[in-house]
């Protein structure tokens, strides 16, 4: 086994290094970092059929817990999880052209992600995000929506719009659903149309109730569907989050690569 480590820096981009490692022959990229990092560099393996092994060393590591590798797994044990060589077929996405991996998070996510600083993450972790939330559902308006899908289009009034890839349990706002799957080919879009805090917390317990028990939730101020492409258009403009990085704002085009990522996981399955 031939290991190559490189550091990410500000002047060079892990999707560079990832394509620099795929021109020299590499065999299996590994990822170490939060949900950013290894967003970037799935991007840069999609379609190209070479595993992406997973180092979690973020504040959520969302992408890693939905593939069933643990949160605050130890570096010895991921790196014997990827020695083991279990791999694994599952969906990517794209926003806008940029990679994702996760979800794409517009309105309430968006503005949580934005107001949970470096400084709240390295001190609380994920409560950061939970403590930022909170801050902001005094603050919360609704916007005008506009959702295009093959199937149509649909319009109304959100709080919250995510459309997602992968997402675990505590990705709540995906949760539509009750379960996102990894490797179905589409996307999952959940709307939240909650107009009060109460309804809104109401809302938000009702989704991870429902992800724990993988069923749809039963409440009204949640719309939900599955599409393999969608197009967002908001009135006003609203803020996007892809994988834990704000990336602008609406209008989003997203869609769904059915197969597209090779993963190393703990367990096949």
Known sequence: LHLHIHTTTPD???????????????????????????????????????????????????????????????????????????????????????P?????????????????????KTQWGAM????????????????????????????????AITIANAAPPTSVLAQGGGEVILDDGLLDVTVATAETKLQAVTTMLSMLGAALVKSGPQQQNVIHGRTKRITVKTEPPQKVVVDGEIIGTTPIEVECI????????????
């Open 100 to 120: 994702m991996v996760l979800l794409a998070g517009v309105g309430y996510e968006a503005e949580t992600v934005e107001r949970a600083s470096r400084e709240m």
């Open 12 to 98: 060079i981009s892990p999707e560079e290094m990832v394509k620099t490692a795929i021109a020299d022959g590499a065999d299996i990229i590994i990822a170490s970092g939060g949900d950013g990092t290894v967003s970037t560099i799935a991007g840069a393996l999609v379609r190209t059929g070479i595993p992406l092994g997973i180092i979690p060393r973020g504040t959520a590591n969302a992408f890693a817990v939905a593939l069933g590798i643990p949160r605050f797994q130890t570096i010895r044990a991921a790196c014997q999880a990827i020695l083991a060589g279990h791999t694994r077929t599952v969906d990517a996405a794209q926003c806008n052209g940029i």
């Open 128 to 159: 950061a995000y939970i403590m930022a939330g909170w801050q902001l559902l005094d603050e919360q308006t609704l916007f005008d929506t506009t959702l295009e899908t093959e199937e149509g289009v649909l319009q109304f009034q959100a709080a």
């Open 258 to 269: 059915p197969g597209g990522l090779t993963v190393l996981v703990p367990n096949p399955g």
